[in-house]
């Protein structure tokens, strides 16, 4: 699609950075615009690796059909359980940096809310524009309850699907649908990734080639809400136990502050580490602030 002048005269456009610009002005450009491309963060050989790990699993999967995931259209999940480089995209610095700015500000930890590879072919139409996040049927003006990433693994073109997305609408009334000139695409080279907040319009292009155009989303939302994709069972605990600590807490293994998540009353990693001990000894997980109040509970109680 053409980038046109919106109400405003401007061109909707995304913004594009290099990989070295800095956090405090990503998370900017992603706080007025709702999306950025952020170009090279995999290098060449990365790009070849996470298509070699997932060529065989789209050779297997049969297309989509569906009129929200298309017809023309594969999907994988279970990424993490699937690819080894998928894995360490998952917990890129500069995108778990960005995800701290945004998540955190819901909740006191966020994980991986689904992982999926989106293969468009050839004459697949523009997916519908819709926000991720109305899967989360709740009203949360204050915080984003999601955000996703779009790695391309392929060069994302304007003739082969890059994504639609329409730059500041994240801030719009959830009514307000977005016209063509106020839709643009996220054009970007392979091993370049575009982020967008869950409550930004989207959607994926038209391809209009003779090759699939293929893109990894990572998703993460907010640690008090449900996963779309349930890591625990998408990814089998054999994998999950050779995966670095930060990828265990992103599957779910971690403890919600208060007491969300505990098994056993024990924070769940231990059922991956071995230290998991039924009826053992059952711990609260409490925000630091809280410790005082029960404290001064106690303590009254002590003194009557
Ligand atoms: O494939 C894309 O570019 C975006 C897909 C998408 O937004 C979705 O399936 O929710
Ligand atoms: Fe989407």
């Not at 952020?38 to 050989?45: A, F, K, Q, S, Y």
């Not at 524009?129 to 984003?144: A, K, Q, S, T, W």
Request: net charge negative.
């Amino acid at each position: 699609m053409d980038a046109a002048n919106n109400a405003e005269g401007t061109m909707a456009e995304v913004v594009r950075v290099k990989s070295s610009t800095g956090l405090p002005v990503i998370n900017e450009i992603l706080e007025r615009d709702g999306c950025i491309v952020i170009e090279d963060v995999l290098t060449p050989d990365e790009v070849k690796a996470v298509a070699a790990d997932l060529a065989l699993h789209f050779a297997a999967a049969p297309n989509c059909a569906g009129d929200f995931y298309g017809y023309v259209t594969k999907r994988l999940s279970g990424l993490i359980a699937k690819s080894p480089t998928c894995r360490s995209m998952a917990i890129n610095q500069a995108i778990l940096g960005i995800m701290d700015h945004f998540l955190l500000k819901g909740c006191r930890g966020y994980h991986l809310n689904l992982t999926q590879a989106i293969q468009i072919g050839p004459n697949e139409p523009a997916q519908v524009i819709h926000r991720d996040d109305l899967m989360f049927n709740f009203v949360h003006p204050e915080f984003e309850a999601m955000i996703n990433t779009m790695w391309a693994v392929d060069d994302f073109t304007a003739e082969n699907g890059a994504t639609h997305v329409v730059p500041g609408s994240h801030k719009w009334p959830l009514d307000r649908m977005a016209q063509p000139h106020e839709i643009t695409q996220g054009v970007m080279k392979a091993g370049s990734v575009l982020i967008w907040l869950g409550s930004l319009q989207h959607g994926g292009g038209a391809n209009r080639t003779r090759k699939p155009r293929t893109g990894i989303v990572h998703s993460y939302c907010l640690g008090w809400l449900r996963q779309a994709e349930p890591q625990f069972l998408a990814v089998p605990a054999e994998i999950a136990r050779e995966c670095p600590e930060r990828l265990q807490r992103l599957l779910g293994y971690f403890v919600h502050e208060p007491n969300l998540g505990s098994l056993e009353g024990q924070d769940p990693i231990g059922m991956l580490t071995g230290a998991l001990e039924v009826n053992g000894h059952f711990n609260e997980f409490l925000p630091d602030e809280v410790r005082p109040l029960l404290a001064e509970h106690r303590a009254r109680l002590k003194a009557a």
